[in-house]
């Protein structure tokens, strides 16, 4: 026999050729293409018959980590895969390259870093849903479905053969084009349930293999009748418990070697063989998992899997590391919470308290799975429902997401818990998650309704709850009928301004009075009735109070002011001048000097308190000088009020107006001044007396310079306007460039520019 096939090897030649390289779509792996031609000779060395055949080697690259010496791992390929040629190592080294640094997608697919493609089998046509191909799964021949009954008598076969005829079945069944026609072999349906019946504790990959192919058929809610009818449900159920246990017991093991010193290398050794028996076991338990998942859809069936305790296998699965095994079970437990009964077990198991250390975490399904499953109707146990309001604190804090509990029935429930608490102290994220909740609109129209904020002022002018104040603070920030609520607090919000109260207390009050710009309201009444001018003015001193406490008295005298009568009370006291006392010591904090400048903002649209400012203090200057203030709110309202003050009064006028030329037309006016003097220091050519063409007066009232030296009046040009757009030059700065340039010195080219921006400025 031996000589028969030495003579056969004669006449048969085997030739191999390279191809192409490429990366595995599911794996850290390389695929290596090549052709393989098998020719027979004749007796005279002649190819009589010749075949060829495309194949693909995988090698697999399973210690491929971050900290991989990717040239080093390139080179070790390409000298043990005869295959790859020596001038392929670059591609191997990109080729490595992209396997570390490929991303997966939500769906367990590689997402390709630089397109937006999926990679995927090409064998596949539409996996079933949100399961991934896991390690094991590849093979080096490709399944067809009509050798079915041979891949059916490998699974009577030794181990390894069983699992290479299942995952050939799976291959076949993870494309939905043959679930149909598996479906009517019942030998390959029975073959595969007996195997895993008789063999899943003997083999964790068979085991995973053919669950897999049961959960092709489960994907479809047509196909759940056969695979119940093989019980396979309770078949995972068992395998599930079993595996858990085994969790334990290496747990259990793990332990006791770590603590023992003397066989640490054994500790080493046998944590680096649980971690791989630990990714096949989770392999195995996402998938079957996931079938259980797609066969609750039927309420019979899951009842049956609450009678056999599946809330507390899912709960136990909660200790697990990885995120995808994670989402499954976090998502099965969301579903099965739609019943109390099963709700009840999950209180009963601590099912909160392991959900609590998945938040926050940056796996983005887990964190919406397991924010969704918080969302259900809270636990009864009062730790457990603290935990929900600490959840849904985070979620208020992110002004997006506030707007989504009006439209929830959470508000009503924290306004009964905010009553339910009567005069003893509320709970810190209670009353915090309240106040976040304030600052919408909308919320802050739910909490008004009935007699939410009625029930709110009382409790906090009762308990003076200083939280309670900074709620109804956030309330009244609301335009619209919310804010008309408040007229009938008014004078009780007043009233706590006069006593000693603490500070923080006094702050919210005056901030919620603040916001009160009510039309109708009797501000003059107010300030009257409860002496309010005096605090408000002894409060304005620097010092006198905490920051906070004085930037309220300024909010609240611009609210105040909108009233003619009270802006002239404000005027006679004097608390102008202190204002702009305050602004000079506090010129460097913006929000300070923008509401210093409402303030007087608001005063110059009254008569009397107009005159005071403009006739009696220095504010025009302050403001003249503020035009100019980094900060783009305080520029706006300098440039209102100025704008108001130069209409009433001339002589600010002209000032406001040469100051706006001088600043836009700053470059120009620089030019024309530095040309005034010649080299030597001594005037040039702008007049015969010798004076600078710029001393210290208005440049817009200089006659002198818009006539030429036969008096004839220069005919305006109204269509041009003085360039203010920053970085840009100016047409004063062109005209005085080109007047340098060609006629220096040239008083009727200075005058044009000087006519067309007083003109149209």
């Known amino acids: 026999m031996e000589k028969l096939q030495a003579e056969d090897a004669r006449y048969l030649k085997r030739k191999v050729k390279g191809g192409s390289l490429d990366v595995h779509p599911t794996e850290k792996a390389l695929i290596v293409q090549y052709e393989l031609e098998a020719t027979i000779l004749g007796e005279m060395g002649d190819p009589m018959v010749g075949e060829r055949k495309e194949c693909q080697k995988i090698i697999r690259l399973k210690s491929l980590n971050a900290n991989t010496d990717i040239a080093t791992l390139a080179r070790k390929v390409v000298e043990e895969c005869r295959l790859i040629h020596p001038s392929k190592l670059p591609e191997v080294e990109q080729l490595l390259f992209y396997l570390l640094n490929r991303k997966k997608s939500g769906n367990g697919s590689i997402m390709c870093t630089s397109c937006p493609v999926l990679l995927t089998d090409k064998r596949e046509k539409h996996p079933p849903r949100d399961l991934a191909p896991f390690e094991g799964m590849e093979l080096d021949e490709e399944a067809n479905i009509n050798r079915i009954d041979h891949y059916v008598e490998l699974l009577y076969e030794d181990i390894p053969e069983k699992v290479r005829g299942a995952t050939l079945i799976l291959h076949l069944a993870r ?3 043959n679930l149909e026609e598996l479906l009517q072999n019942e030998t390959a349906l029975g073959a595969l349930a007996r195997v895993l019946r008789e063999d899943w504790k003997q083999s964790v990959d068979l085991a995973t293999t053919i669950i897999y192919v049961f959960f092709c058929f489960s994907s479809f809610s047509q196909f759940h009748g056969q695979v119940t009818h093989y019980k ?79 809330v507390h296998t899912l709960v136990k699965t909660l200790d697990r590391e990885d995120e995808e095994l994670l989402v499954l079970v976090v998502s099965f437990l969301k579903k099965l919470s739609i019943f109390l009964e099963n709700k009840n077990d999950m209180a009963e198991t601590y099912a909160v308290e392991k959900l609590a250390r998945l938040l926050p975490c940056k796996h983005e399904d887990l964190l919406n799975t397991t924010l969704r499953l918080h969302a259900s109707p809270p636990l009864t146990d009062e730790s457990q429902r603290q935990l929900c309001m600490c959840i849904l604190y985070h979620i208020s804090v992110d002004d997006r997401f506030k707007s989504m509990f009006a439209y929830t029935d959470c508000i009503p429930q924290l306004m009964k818990m905010l009553f339910d608490c009567g005069e003893s102290p509320m709970d810190p994220e209670l009353i915090s998650f309240c106040i976040n909740l304030a600052a919408n609109k909308r919320n802050a129209q739910v909490i008004c309704e009935g007699n939410g904020l009625k029930m709110l002022m009382k409790r906090g002018l009762k308990l003076k709850d200083v939280l309670t104040m900074k709620m109804i603070r956030n309330v009244s920030q609301h335009d619209g009928p919310t804010k008309n609520l408040f007229i009938d607090y008014v004078g009780d919000l007043a009233a706590q301004t006069g006593v000693q109260e603490r500070e923080e207390y006094v702050i919210e009050c005056l901030g919620t009075l603040a916001n009160l710009t009510i039309p109708d309201l009797d501000w003059e009444l107010v300030l009257k009735e409860y002496n309010l001018v005096p605090f408000l003015k002894d409060h304005l001193k620097p010092g006198s109070a905490e920051d906070d406490l004085i930037l309220e008295v300024v909010i609240m ?4 002011s909108m009233d003619d009568s009270c802006a002239a009370m404000m005027a006679k006291s004097g608390i102008i001048s202190a204002l702009i006392e305050l602004l000079n010591s506090q010129q460097e904090d913006d929000e300070f000097v923008c509401q210093i400048v409402y303030v007087f903002y608001q005063m110059v649209f009254h008569q009397a308190t107009r005159d005071v400012i403009i006739k009696d203090t220095q504010a025009p200057a302050y403001l003249i000088d503020l035009m100019h203030d980094k900060n783009a709110e305080i520029r706006k309202v300098c440039d209102n009020t100025l704008d108001i003050i130069a209409e009433y009064d001339e002589e600010w006028g002209r000032k406001i107006q040469s100051e706006k030329f001088r600043w836009h037309n700053s470059q120009w006016l620089e030019m024309v001044d530095n040309r005034a003097m010649g080299d030597d220091g001594e005037p040039f050519m702008y007049g015969d007396d010798g004076e600078p063409f710029m001393h210290n007066g208005d440049i817009l009232e200089r006659p002198d310079l818009f006539y030429s030296a036969g008096t004839v009046l220069l005919p305006p040009i109204p269509a041009i306007r003085p360039c203010i757009t920053p970085g840009k030059k100016t047409l004063g700065t062109q005209l005085a460039q080109l007047a340098i340039g060609s006629t220096i010195g040239s008083t009727y080219s200075m005058a044009i520019g000087l006519t067309y921006a007083r003109q149209t400025f």
Request: some cysteine; aromatic content about 4%.
């Open 232 to 310: 396979i449900g309770a078949l995972c159920m068992n395998i599930i418990e079993h595996e858990l246990k085994r969790y334990d017991l290496w747990q259990d093991e793990l332990q006791k070697k770590a603590a023992n010193q003397n066989v640490k290398k054994e500790h080493e050794k046998a944590f680096k063989k649980y971690q791989g028996l630990l990714i096949k076991q989770e392999q195995l338990l996402q998938v079957a998992l996931h079938l259980l998942l797609n066969l609750a859809e039927d309420t019979r069936t899951e009842l049956k899997m609450r009678n056999k305790n599946i």
């Open 175 to 177: 494309n939905p084009d």
């Open 557 to 560: 005298i611009g609210t105040v």
